[in-house]
Nanobody, 116 residues
Framework: QVQLVESGGGLVQPGGSLRLSCATT????????MSWFRQAPGKEREFVAV????????SYADSVKDRFTIARNRAGNTLYLQMNSLKPEDTGIYYC?????????WGQGTQVTVSS
């Protein structure tokens, strides 16, 4: 059974940093496309970043490029999102996602609030 569990959210001041984690069971992240999405209040869920299978590349939304970094651990069971230079517009619920054997799997989300 595939499960994704996010953690690491919280309240941070503008310009600060957070690292989100997504613990996975039932899959090996190195074999899957793994993504981060976010949803701000009153807005649709939007793509943030993706890491491709194996040692291949990453892609980012323009709004987070050069500030956020997606990565996974060597064991292949945890996905990360390092977020630097945070802005108030980064506020939202952050979700990790994967696609496995014909199905989308989402975590429950972790709240990130950027405010002074």
């Amino acid at each position: 059974q595939v499960q994704l569990v996010e953690s690491g959210g919280g309240l941070v001041q503008p310009g600060g940093s957070l690292r989100l984690s997504c613990a996975t069971t039932g899959i090996v992240t190195t074999n899957q496309h793994m993504s981060w999405f976010r949803q701000a209040p009153g807005k649709e869920r939007e793509f943030v970043a993706v890491i491709r299978p194996g040692g291949s590349g990453t892609s980012y939304a323009d709004s987070v490029k050069d500030r956020f970094t997606i990565a996974r651990n060597r064991a292949g069971n945890t996905l990360y999102l390092q977020m630097n230079s945070l802005k108030p517009e980064d506020t939202g619920i952050y979700y990790c996602k994967t696609f496995f054997r014909g199905n989308d799997y989402w975590g429950q989300g972790t709240q990130v609030t950027v405010s002074s």
